[in-house]
């Protein structure tokens, strides 16, 4: 295996398809943009599609949180980098900093990998041996992760949606970064208006394979804080939620 470098950093120029009716930076394009150089780090380490493969595994998002000090701008430059932490009880945990060009941080993302075997469809506690001693002992950084929820009760139907194929990815189901679009578009336009993005947690109980459809249910949870739920099969697949500023 290659020497692994610690941090791994890129520089992301926001496109104009990226950005929203304010010119803002979408929050799937941010989270596209740490998906991108997340792989683009395992694949230096060595983890690449052939040790996928002959493993019989793959990298899964169990849940993230991504914080955002100011909204990006179309055209704007980021500077990116992002930090991995070796598995601690099953799980990988990744932080990945946004700056701007005079080097000030606009966003963090905090997000937690699991492996599974792609046969049995289980979390491996216990790493093949190639992905052993990969990443960084320690990484002395995270956002939080607690989400405040609403019971099912409180919540409204805010739509049913399918995984389609311009939502789906390699692994052949909805990709992370295209729930948060979906969100996105259940919020009415007004709350756009009126404020940015500072806090979005997702967390990602199961998978919704290409072709799937999940009910998409919607609160909420305070002044300017929102909860979603995606039920498919009667089972929340992920929830979800987004605090304006």
């Known amino acids: ?3 692994i470098p610690v941090t791994y950093t890129q520089t992301y120029t926001i496109c104009r398809h990226d950005g929203d009716h304010h010119g803002n930076a979408k929050p799937g394009a941010l989270l596209r943009y740490g998906q991108q150089i997340a792989t683009m780090h395992a694949e230096a380490a060595g ?4 040790l996928y493969a002959a493993t019989h595994t793959a990298y899964v998002l169990a849940k993230l949180a991504l914080h955002i000090d100011r909204t990006p701008r179309v055209d704007e430059t980021l500077t990116v980098t992002t930090r991995p932490e070796r598995c601690k009880r099953a799980v990988n945990k990744r932080i990945t900093f946004f700056n701007d060009a005079a080097g000030r941080q606009v966003a ?3 997000s937690r990998w699991v492996l599974i075997d792609t046969d049995k469809r289980l979390i491996l506690r216990k790493h093949p041996e190639a992905f052993n001693d990969c990443w960084a002992e320690d990484v002395p950084f995270e956002l939080p992760m607690k989400m405040v929820k609403a019971v099912p009760e409180d919540c409204t139907p805010a739509g049913e949606y399918t995984a389609t194929y311009s ?3 390699m692994n052949g189901h909805m990709n992370n970064t295209r729930y948060v679009d979906i969100l996105c578009d259940a919020l ?3 709350v756009w ?3 940015e ?3 979005l947690k997702v967390y990602y109980h199961r998978e919704v394979p290409r072709g799937a459809s999940f009910a998409l249910l919607q609160a909420q949870t305070g002044e300017k804080q929102y909860y979603f739920c995606g039920q498919r099969e009667e089972k929340a697949a992920f929830e979800a939620s987004i605090t304006f500023a």
């Open 167 to 169: 939502r789906c990815d």
């Open 1 to 3: 295996m290659p020497e």
């Open 108 to 110: 963090v993302l905090d």
């Open 197 to 199: 993005v500072r806090d």
């Open 47 to 50: 983890l690449n599609d052939e």
């Open 193 to 195: 208006d009126e404020g």
């Open 188 to 190: 009415p336009w007004n």
